[in-house]
């Protein structure tokens, strides 16, 4: 599972007298059939192939990813998912909020350092076309490891739901009025490792460390290994102190780094389960369990012995990950700017499902956000400009709390771009809306990008505001953004005015007439006036 040029420690030790390099990767977006789960279907792969490969640098890196659409019909672009992006925040990649849609014949850069180690993904966060096959790991080696005497191999384990159907067509169905009870669409497999497998050679006296990302569009999932203790290093490519854990959840999104050892009394092959969790809350017997989709996968010590055994879980009890405590042991920061957001499912004025912050739906605007901040003045600073994409203003050096209320019975995981915020708190389903008062709290708590917070519960995030920039804020479950549940967090306005782009991001904007300079509607006269903007989600999606 590991690239030749990784996959030995020699490397490793190399790197870390090496001076920061460049990886380019130069990749073409093509169609692809392909059966992932024995049932085939188009895919959106790299090169010809899927799965996508994975990037792979040592921190410090600069990585550019030279990206050309030759999909035909459609659109595409990259995110990736946990760099923070710092100065480089048009390199984000969501499109409509960094940059325009990269349309079929067009190539753009991605171009960015990797500032920090750790377990990441990228994934393009266009035209909910992720689930549909185009996201790969981004591994970010790290010289400095401080957990690296305690493991001699590392294995990337991606983990995700699967559907038979493509994305647009799945979201086309999900978003009519007839859906009143805002059902997603239901994956129709789990896939670990893209389909090609999941088992892990186990030797005698060997540690591995375990990067397990997850892919999915929807389902978390639980992971249990039969008579294996996981040793957790790193959330949300942050490293904690080792906590030791018998079952975790991972939810869309998240990202957790383990060792697990193979030791003395060890003798035969183990099988570990992935459980897909299509439960609305797992912690709520009364909603009855729908454990429907499971994966075995082994820690194999001899592949001629048996590898039908399978791990059976009676209670689904996963470890309390916003109590994990970060390796560097940072104290809890006090903010002074406070949001609050309240999330619901809702409704359009045309009766479609959608999801809403504070009674507001999220509609993708006609110039993309951060290109409206930089090209609207003092302007930037009013929120009125941006159109209906729940923008949030924050200054320079502000500490951020954001409180999310979910109103909603299941759990939902919240992702924010450009940073890695503290959990503070996230107590369990049921507990109600947060009662405003910051009490009982983590002193030291836990950094990631994605936190599952629990239904009719809430969640309450820190960040410190000094990475200028349009960051988004939404839920992680696919099919939920392209109801609209996204906030975009304007970070810095007033460093971002006059900021210059890339002559290929512009040029995709170009090509398909979109405007890239002015507020929301591409006014350049008058920046509030709002004649133009989108304020009724369309009722045909395209993505
Ligand atoms: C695991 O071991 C088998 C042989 O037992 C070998 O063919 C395979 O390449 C190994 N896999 C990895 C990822 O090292
Ligand atoms: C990026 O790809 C385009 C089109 O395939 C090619 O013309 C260009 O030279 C590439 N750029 C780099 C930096 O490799
Ligand atoms: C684009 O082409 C692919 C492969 O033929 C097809 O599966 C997909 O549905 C098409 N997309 C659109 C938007 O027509
Ligand atoms: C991945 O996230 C999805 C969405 O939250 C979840 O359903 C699935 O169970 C997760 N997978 C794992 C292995 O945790
Ligand atoms: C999946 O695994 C769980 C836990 O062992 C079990 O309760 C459930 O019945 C399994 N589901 C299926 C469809 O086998
Ligand atoms: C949302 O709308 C409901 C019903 O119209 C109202 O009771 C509630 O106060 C509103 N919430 C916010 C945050 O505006
Ligand atoms: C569990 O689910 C039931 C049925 O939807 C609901 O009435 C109840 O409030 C839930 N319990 C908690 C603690 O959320
Ligand atoms: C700009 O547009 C807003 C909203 O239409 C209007 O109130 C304002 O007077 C306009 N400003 C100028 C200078 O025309
Ligand atoms: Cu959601």
Not at 42 to 58: M, R
Not at 136 to 147: E, Q, S
Not at 219 to 235: E, K, P, T
Request: charged share 20%; aromatic share 12%; proline share 7%.
């Amino acid at each position: 599972m590991l690239s030749s040029r990784f996959s030995s420690l020699a490397f490793l030790s190399l790197a870390a007298i090496a001076k920061a390099g460049t990886v380019t990767y130069n990749w073409d977006v093509t169609w692809v059939w392909g059966a992932p789960d024995g049932v085939y279907r188009p895919l959106i792969g790299i090169n010809g192939a899927w799965p996508c490969p994975k990037i792979e640098a040592t921190s410090g890196d600069t990585v550019i990813v030279n990206l050309s659409n030759k999909l035909g019909n459609e659109t595409s672009g990259l995110h990736f998912h946990g760099i923070n992006q710092v100065s480089t925040q048009e390199m984000d990649g969501p499109s409509g909020v960094t940059q325009c849609p990269v349309p079929p014949g067009s190539t753009i850069k991605y171009q960015f350092v990797a500032d920090s180690p750790g377990t990441f993904w990228y994934h393009s966060h266009n035209m909910g076309q992720y689930p549909d096959g185009l996201r790969g790991p981004l591994i970010i080696h790290d010289p400095n490891d401080p957990f690296a005497d305690e493991y001699d191999e590392e294995v990337v384990m991606t983990v995700s739901d699967w559907y038979h159907s493509q994305s647009l067509d799945l979201v086309r169905n999900m978003l009519q009025p007839s859906n009143t009870r805002f059902a997603p669409p239901f994956p129709d497999s789990i896939t670990v490792n893209e389909g090609q497998g999941g088992n892990i050679n186990f030797t005698k006296g060997k540690t591995y460390r375990i990067r397990l990302i997850n892919f999915s569009a929807f389902a978390s999932a639980m992971v249990h290994f039969d008579s294996h203790d996981m040793n957790i290093i790193m959330n949300d490519a942050s490293y904690i102190k080792k906590e030791k854990a018998y079952m975790l959840r991972i939810t869309a999104a998240q990202r957790y780094d383990f060792l697990i050892s193979c030791i003395d009394r060890d003798n035969r092959n183990f099988p570990y389960l992935i459980g897909l969790d299509t439960n609305r809350d797992f912690t709520n017997a009364s909603l009855g369990v729908a454990w429907n989709k499971n994966y075995t996968g082994y820690l194999v010590m001899d592949p001629t012995k048996d590898l039908t055994k399978v791990d059976v879980v009676q209670e689904w009890k996963p470890i309390d990950d916003s109590h994990f405590t970060p390796y560097d042991n940072a104290d809890a920061m006090s903010y002074n700017h406070l949001v609050e957001l309240d999330f619901a499912f809702c409704t359009d004025k045309n009766g479609y499902p959608r999801s809403c912050f504070n009674n507001v739906t999220y509609i993708a605007q006609k110039v993309p956000t951060l290109y409206s901040a930089a090209t609207t003045g003092d302007d930037n600073q009013n929120p009125v400009v941006y159109g209906q994409v729940n923008p949030f203003i924050v200054n320079y050096g502000d500490i951020v709390q954001i409180v999310i209320n979910n109103l909603d019975e299941a759990g939902h995981p919240f992702h924010l771009h450009g940073h890695h915020f503290q959990v503070l708190d996230r107590p369990k389903s049921g507990t109600g809306k947060w009662p405003k008062r910051d009490t009982n709290y983590a002193s030291h708590p836990p950094r990631r990008d994605t936190v599952a917070v629990y239904g009719r519960s809430y969640g309450v995030l820190r960040f410190k505001a000094t990475n200028p920039g349009v960051w988004l804020f939404h839920c992680h479950i696919e099919w939920h953004v392209e109801m609209g549940l996204t906030a975009t967090f304007i970070e810095a306005p007033d460093r971002l005015k006059g900021m210059t782009f890339p002559q290929d991001h512009i040029d995709a904007c170009k090509a398909q007439d979109i405007p890239y300079k002015g507020n929301a509607a591409g006014n350049t006269d008058n920046y509030t006036d709002t004649s133009g903007f989108i304020t009724t989600p369309p009722t045909t999606y395209n993505g």
